[in-house]
């Protein structure tokens, strides 16, 4: 039987959650950790009647500290049994949750820099196996190439450049990649390896790292 690796995610998103409380910043721009809370539980319990008014409305509610505390547990229990999120958890929920708790650790003045992450090398690979698929359609706004480096890992290609750009590398563990793919490029530790230009086209659509310079291609 397959390993489910979005329960962990699912646990740590919650853990997290609980930890901190409501009224705290999250990389999600506008939103808080009730935002966020909010926005896992209406995903989890009624996909198809979620809207931006009824997480606001929700993550209002739960600035209330035990309000927010039921929905941390709502997260826990997991989805309803109407919701996909039961039969297809692993591939709706893993880089989401994994994506949503960094969101919010990263937020915290005290995170620092640097990879956040200890995974076991089986829940890496998943998160990999996962990101490849997702990858071309992340990146194809963007106007430079992009490939994608695993440290002391593979290599893919996971965007073909546009007329007069070339491509750039964006380089560091499959954590930071996934986080720089979904937009949290300037809370990662990626390196962006590149000519200025094409490194400058592509952090306009996807952040670079904060205060890191950006060294030549190796």
């Avoid at 962990?8 to 930890?19: I, T």
């Amino acid at each position: 039987m397959a390993t489910s690796w979005n329960v962990d995610e699912r646990a740590g998103l919650a853990r997290v959650l609980a930890d901190l409380g409501p009224g705290l910043p999250t990389l999600c721009e506008g939103w808080q950790t009730q935002h966020l809370a909010a926005h896992v539980v209406l995903r989890d319990r009624t996909p198809w009647a979620r809207t931006a008014r009824r997480t606001e409305e929700m993550a209002e509610r739960a600035l209330d500290r035990d309000a927010f505390d039921r929905l941390v547990a709502a997260i826990a229990e997991g989805p309803g049994r109407l919701s996909p999120g039961t039969w297809a958890g692993e591939a709706m929920n893993l880089i989401e949750f994994y994506v949503h708790t960094q969101d919010a650790v990263r937020a915290q003045p005290s995170a620092g820099d640097g990879p956040h992450d200890s995974l076991d090398p089986a829940h890496t690979a998943a998160l990999w196996a996962q990101f490849r698929r997702f990858a071309r359609l992340l990146y194809r706004p963007a106007p430079a190439g992009v490939i994608l480096a695993v440290d002391d890992g593979p290599r893919v290609v996971a965007h073909r450049p546009r007329p007069g750009h070339g491509s750039v590398v964006v380089s560091g563990p499959v954590t930071e990649l996934i986080l720089h793919g979904f937009g949290r490029g300037a809370a990662s530790a990626v390196q962006i390896y590149g000519s200025p230009g094409d490194a400058d086209a592509l952090s306009e659509r996807f952040p670079a790292p904060r205060s890191r310079p950006r060294p030549s291609r190796p």
